[in-house]
């Protein structure tokens, strides 16, 4: 994994740079996916977050390092609104 310490998590999540791949996996399969990423890729990848379930709200959470802090935690319809509501929003301001 990334070496938690050495990077600003505004960096790693947004600025420019190499290649970056977000992938979902099954919670069967996340061990294994893990053992993959741990052999072929040693520390160039980082576990994000976790994927509700049918019986939770839709929402969004990124979370880093041994402790799991969370850096992102907002609902996928409070993000959508803010998408599609950005250019109207800022004519009105």
């Known amino acids: 994994m990334v070496d938690n310490d050495s990077w600003r998590w505004d960096q790693l999540l ?7 791949i977000v992938v979902s996996v099954a919670p ?3 061990l294994e996916w893990e ?3 741990e052999t072929h890729l040693k520390d160039h990848w ?3 977050g976790q994927v509700g379930d049918a019986h ?8 880093a390092g041994a402790a799991e802090q969370v850096l992102i935690e907002l609902d996928v319809a409070t993000m959508q609104d803010s998408w599609v509501n950005a250019i109207e929003r800022r004519l009105e301001a």
């Not at 600025?15 to 970056?20: D, N, P, T």
Request: net charge neutral; proline share 4%.
């Open 28 to 30: 069967d399969v996340e």
């Open 14 to 20: 947004f600025a420019e740079g190499g290649a970056r």
């Open 46 to 48: 980082q576990r994000l």
């Open 35 to 37: 053992l993959y990423l």
């Open 56 to 63: 939770t709200p839709l929402r969004l959470t990124v979370s």
